[in-house]
């Protein structure tokens, strides 16, 4: 079972950290992913991390604000979001995939539930 937190109300150019726990997922993956729905719009990615390598993926709207990092037993990954925009709005999922390389929503089999981020102008 994957779970998300961290979520919260902050205003423009604030800080967030998202945790994502895989504690009670017990079945192997290969990359994590953190997906964002915004109020009237579809899911999107955000970001990736493979579980073997750390490496990172983020989308251009993201980058140099949001950085995916995790815990030395790799059972907690972390998404720290920095100069926060009211475009970030919306609730934050992670996924796993065993397939994925990129934060593409079809390619993740297993989800957990969002939590919500909230940015106001």
């Known amino acids: 079972q994957l779970q998300a937190s961290g979520g919260g109300l902050v205003q423009t150019g604030g800080s967030l950290r998202l945790s994502c726990s895989t504690s009670?997922?017990?079945?192997?993956?290969?990359?994590l992913g953190w997906f964002r729905q915004a109020p009237g719009k579809e899911r999107e990615g955000v970001s990736s991390?493979?579980?073997?390598?750390?490496?990172?993926y983020y989308v251009d709207p993201v980058k140099g604000r949001f950085t995916m990092s995790r815990d030395s037993a790799k059972t907690t990954v972390y998404l720290q979001m920095n100069n926060l925009k009211p475009e970030d709005t919306g609730v934050y999922y992670c996924?796993?995939?065993?397939?994925?390389?990129?934060?593409?929503?079809?390619?993740?089999?297993?989800w957990g539930k969002g939590t919500l981020v909230t940015v106001s102008s």
């Open positions: 991390i493979r579980k073997t390598t750390g490496a990172t």
């Open positions: 996924a796993v995939s065993n397939r994925a390389l990129l934060p593409i929503e079809d390619d993740y089999d297993y």
């Open positions: 009670g997922f017990t079945l192997d993956y290969l990359t």
